[in-house]
Each structure stands twice: as C-alpha cells, then as structure tokens.
C-alpha cells in the first residue's frame, strides 16, 4: 500500500475510529484523546502493516490496545493517591525502622528470628535481604529456582507468625 493510500484509508476511518473512541471511553474530550494517540501511534507503525492485513481491524486493534494501557496506567496512578494507600504508607513510615529509639530492639528482635530459621530456609532468605536476585541464589546454592522462592516465600511466612506473638 502506497503512503497516500494509507493516508486516505486511515482519514476515512476517521468517523468510526471517533465513535469507537467514545464508546470506549464515555466522554468526549477522553476521546479525542485516544482518537489523536491512536492516530499517532498507527502513522509512527506504517512500517509494521502488512498488506495483506484488514486496515480497518489493525486500526481499531491499536485503539483497542492504547485505551487498556492508557487505562491500566491511569488506574495505578488512582491506586497510588487513594486515602487508604496514603494510610498504609503513613503507617510504613510511623513504624520505620530507621530514626526511633527502639528500633535497634526491634532490629535485634527480627534478626534473632531469622537465625532460629531452619538452615535450608535461613541461607535463601538472608541473601534474597542482601539484595541477590532469585536467579543468583539459585546458582550459588544450586537450587532450582522455584525452590528458592517457595523457600523465602515459607521463610516470610514463618517469620510474620513468630513476630505477631
């Protein structure tokens, strides 16, 4: 397909790639949007169509797949003003480690726990602390690697029940 042919093919998609956009989104400046995002994304993929392809459906499909993401990205940034997550992070910050008087106590007291650990569980967890990828403590302790997270998974565990006694 020629690059005029695709010019024209995609303005008179125009009018239907707008009610799809409404239809998506339920509001007009939303859509317009999604219309101009999904316009700019098909014009920067012209290299990606094949012309064997239905123009119409690779279109739609680009609209379809910016308004899930543009939805996703949006219902995180939600997720991260939301009042409760506001607490939860004000909570992390109240029982911070770091700054309080006690928190050596409480350091020392976690710490004890992760050596009463069983040896199999203790070495996993207490690399996967430091920082170690789970593909690293697999090879170093030549250990599949699902074995590995189920291991720091039930070490986890096993630490959140013995510190809420």
Same mark, same amino acid.
Not at 60 to 67: G, L, Y
Not at 90 to 103: A, F
């Given at each position: 397909?020629?690059?005029?042919?695709?010019?024209?093919?995609?303005?008179?998609?125009?009018?239907?790639?707008?009610?799809?956009?409404?239809?998506?989104?339920?509001?007009?400046?939303?859509?317009?949007?999604?219309?101009?995002?999904?316009?700019?994304?098909?014009?920067?993929?012209? @290299? *990606? &169509?094949?012309?064997?392809?239905?123009?119409?459906?690779?279109? +739609?499909?680009?609209?379809?797949? !910016?308004?899930?993401?543009?939805?996703?990205?949006?219902?995180?940034?939600?997720?991260?003003?939301?009042?409760?997550?506001?607490?939860?992070?004000?909570?992390?910050?109240?029982?911070?480690?770091?700054?309080?008087?006690?928190?050596?106590?409480?350091?020392?007291?976690?710490?004890?726990?992760?050596?009463?650990?069983? @040896? *199999? &569980?203790?070495?996993?967890?207490?690399?996967?602390?430091?920082? +170690?990828?789970?593909?690293?403590? !697999?090879?170093?302790?030549?250990?599949?690697?699902?074995?590995?997270?189920?291991?720091?998974?039930?070490?986890?565990?096993?630490?959140?029940?013995?510190?809420?006694?």
């Amino acid at each position: 397909m020629s690059e005029v042919e695709f010019y024209v093919q995609l303005t008179n998609l125009e009018p239907n790639l707008k009610k799809f956009a409404y239809r998506l989104t339920q509001k007009n400046e939303e859509a317009k949007d999604l219309f101009q995002d999904t316009c700019l994304r098909v014009l920067m993929n012209r @290299n *990606k &169509f094949i012309n064997d392809e239905n123009f119409k459906a690779w279109t +739609f499909t680009i609209m379809k797949n !910016a308004f899930i993401t543009d939805y996703r990205h949006n219902f995180r940034q939600r997720t991260l003003k939301d009042g409760a997550t506001e607490s939860i992070i004000n909570r992390q910050e109240e029982y911070s480690v770091s700054g309080r008087p006690d928190s050596e106590y409480f350091a020392s007291e976690i710490s004890q726990h992760i050596e009463q650990l069983h @040896n *199999k &569980f203790k070495l996993p967890f207490k690399m996967y602390v430091q920082g +170690f990828k789970y593909k690293e403590i !697999a090879d170093k302790l030549n250990l599949n690697i699902g074995t590995v997270k189920n291991r720091i998974f039930l070490s986890r565990k096993q630490l959140m029940t013995q510190i809420e006694r």
